[in-house]
């Protein structure tokens, strides 16, 4: 038997997951979560064969939960299937102990491949992760990377115009810790202000 958990907070990704794991194999069991709480208590209760794993999770996101997941049990075979942008998460997840990223874009064949590569011990990325990579060897990375996994989730919400209280809202913590997050990314990034945050947010095709 294969064991999955399904980590998503949307109730129909999560079920269209489980179908593509339901006709992966003929015996599965398939154990879904709709946040990190929910889903670190079920990981613990149970040893799983592979985690699809949101990275846009209500409260703790799905990096934390990923840093929290790999230290836990550093052997379990993570698959980030996230709504973001490769450029955005990609090597930060891989960095993080992700065996594959995929954006929630790519077909059916293509998470079945992802998932038949991990489960047989491999790792999966894209053509564009590659070139990323190798990017990052030849060069000093963008002053992004320098954030943690919260500071840059919140840099692309402020790029996107959300207020600090929506953000916190999203992110279920405080406007004031949204706002101790805000000065830390424009201390980091030697900026000012979210305009700064916005346009370095469109150059670097953080968000459309």
Known sequence: MISFLVVDDHPIVRKGICQILDDYAVDTQIVEAGDASEAMKKFREHKYDLILLDINL???????????????????????????????????????????????????????????????????????????????IDKQGPPHESLSNRELEVLIQIAKGRSLKEIGEMLALSEKTISTYRSRILEKMSMSSNADLVRYALQNKMID
């Open 58 to 136: 209500p409260g703790r996101g799905g990096l934390d939960l990923l840093e929290d997941i790999k230290g836990y049990e550093p052997e379990v075979r993570v698959l980030m299937v996230s709504m973001y942008p490769e450029q955005q998460y990609a090597i930060r997840a891989l960095r993080t102990g992700a065996a594959g990223y995929l954006t929630k874009e790519s077909a059916a064949d293509e998470l079945i491949v992802a998932i038949d590569k991990i489960l047989k011990g491999g790792r999966y990325i894209t053509q564009s992760i590659a070139e990323q990579i190798f990017d990052a």
